[in-house]
């Protein structure tokens, strides 16, 4: 697999990439399903509605009980009236949280990968350059009509944080860090080499436990007693 290789002054190449990390088959539905818990975990859940014990409305009755041939009401607070309270609305403590396993979020992030590995361009300039100035044209050079770019760095250091915090529309992101929902959501991705190959180390090696052979238990043969007879004279 071979990805675009960029530098300051635009010279262009290819760098040769994991196939297993970069060129694998991609699931769309895992892709789904991380991005869900991702969005998911993202809520607050803090939205809240009254009921019609927390509306502070007239207890008056708002007509004469009987003969209207409507039913009775004794409070304007009732769900039924504008302004009362709110039936089974959210109450603020919505838990919205949810998980996916680890082994499934490497999978959906080399998904992710594959899946806009056309749009990644390996700049290994973005590590020597702290100004804001040089790092805007860099971006702009590498991704002209991006809407929203995603740059990758090996480690979250401040320099580069620094240099890109007042760039519009993109996003600083550790190599550690960084998830399948990061990658579907941009439209220009940029790397370090060295970013490349944390994420290769990272993704690349299937761990098997290996396991351990099972004693074979042998039955301890008891041990003989000598019995010796007594003669009687």
Request: with cysteine.
């Amino acid at each position: 697999m071979q990805l675009q290789t960029r530098t300051a002054t635009g010279k262009q190449g290819t760098l040769t990439v994991s196939d297993a990390v970069f060129g694998a088959p991609v699931n769309k539905q895992l892709l789904s399903q991380a991005v869900r818990v991702y969005l998911s975990n993202a809520r607050q859940g803090t939205s809240k509605t009254k009921t019609r014990s927390e509306v502070n409305r007239t207890k008056k009755k708002v007509y004469k009980q009987k003969g209207t041939g409507g039913a009775r009401h004794g409070a304007k607070s009732a769900p039924i009236f504008v302004g009362g309270g709110v039936t089974h609305g959210p109450r603020g403590n919505q838990n919205w949280s949810l998980s996916l396993p680890q082994a499934l979020k490497k999978l959906a992030l080399v998904s992710a990968l594959s899946w806009q590995n056309e749009i990644i361009q390996v700049m290994d300039d973005l590590e020597t350059e702290v100004k804001t100035n040089k790092m805007a044209k860099m971006i702009a050079a590498a991704a002209p009509e991006a809407r929203s770019i995603t740059v990758v760095i090996p480690a979250d250091k401040t320099e580069i944080r620094q240099a890109c915090r007042n760039i519009a529309n993109v996003t600083i992101i550790p190599a550690a860090q960084l998830t399948a929902l990061d990658v579907i959501r941009a439209n220009a991705i940029i790397m370090t080499s060295a970013a490349v190959k944390m994420l290769e180390e990272k993704l690349d090696k299937q761990v098997k436990p290996e396991v351990a052979p099972k004693a074979s238990a042998k039955k301890a043969t008891p041990a003989t007693k000598k019995t010796t007879k007594t003669v009687k004279k």
